[in-house]
Nanobody, 113 residues
Framework: QVQFVESGGGLVQAGGSLRLSCAVS????????FAWFRQAPGNRRVWVAS???????NYANFVKGRFAISRDNTKNTVYLQMNSLKPEDTGVYSC???????WGQGTQVTVSS
């Protein structure tokens, strides 16, 4: 029943920024942990960042210092602020509730060199 709708992706030049949003439904949102994953063409989906119900965040090493995950419990939305984007950040970014085994459709992020 948990559903995710990602948005905010697009085409950006290297060094630019994007903010992704993940609208969550069918969840006791404030009590759950969420994560962003990404999948580049021809690659597996990999974990990018997570945020616990407490607000504690964790990041993959390759985005530390550049990305920030946050949540708004009044909007049932998880965000991913992406700064200093690199071409290797290109991929489909999707959102999940930890433990659910379910992801959204994802939003495409393309970073040009």
């Amino acid at each position: 029943q948990v559903q995710f709708v990602e948005s905010g992706g697009g085409l950006v030049q290297a060094g630019g920024s994007l903010r992704l949003s993940c609208a969550v439904s069918g969840s006791t949102f404030s009590a759950k942990a969420f994560a962003w994953f990404r999948q580049a063409p021809g690659n597996r989906r990999v974990w990018v960042a997570s945020i616990l119900d407490s607000g504690v965040t964790n990041y993959a090493n390759f985005v530390k210092g550049r990305f920030a995950i946050s949540r708004d419990n009044t909007k049932n939305t998880v965000y991913l602020q992406m700064n200093s984007l690199k071409p290797e950040d290109t991929g489909v970014y999707s959102c999940t509730q930890l433990g659910s085994g379910v992801w959204g459709q994802g939003t495409q992020v393309t970073v040009s060199s």
